[in-house]
């Protein structure tokens, strides 16, 4: 089984960027589909990204598509998330998590981390 640990949260201002890390390790981590959810409280949680265990396709929400981008380094067993022109609204707890399947849905991610902390300020 793999397990994930985010990092790269903090505190930045409105048209900002941050890029969120996430380091797997276990058996065959680098098979693993990655995905990025994000969870404001109060609010569900919402999909953000989603990669291809090869890293050849990739899928976006659309609150956040043309501003983050979703990659990965298989060499590292790491996933990042770069996230450009930041809003106040993307404020949120941000987790990755792993999946057998790619999509878009938090049902089909089996193993979660435990999530880093993202605040924008306007």
């Known amino acids: 089984q793999v397990q994930l640990v985010e990092s790269g949260g903090g505190l930045v201002e409105a048209g900002g960027s941050l890029k969120l890390s996430c380091a797997a390790s276990?058996?065959?981590?680098?098979?693993?589909?990655m995905g990025w959810f994000r969870q404001a409280p109060g609010k569900e949680r919402e999909f953000v990204a989603a990669?291809?265990?090869?890293?050849?396709?990739?899928y976006y929400g659309d609150s956040v598509k043309g501003r983050f981008t979703i990659s990965r380094d298989n060499a590292k067993n790491t996933v990042y998330l770069q996230m450009n022109s930041l809003k106040p609204e993307d404020t949120a707890v941000y987790y990755c998590?792993?999946?057998?399947?790619?999509?878009?849905?938090?049902?089909?991610?089996?193993?979660w981390g435990q999530g880093t902390q993202v605040t924008v300020s306007s």
């Open positions: 990669i291809l265990w090869s890293g050849d396709r990739t």
């Open positions: 998590a792993a999946s057998d399947v790619l999509g878009v849905q938090a049902y089909r991610y089996k193993t």
């Open positions: 276990g058996r065959t981590s680098s098979t693993y589909n």
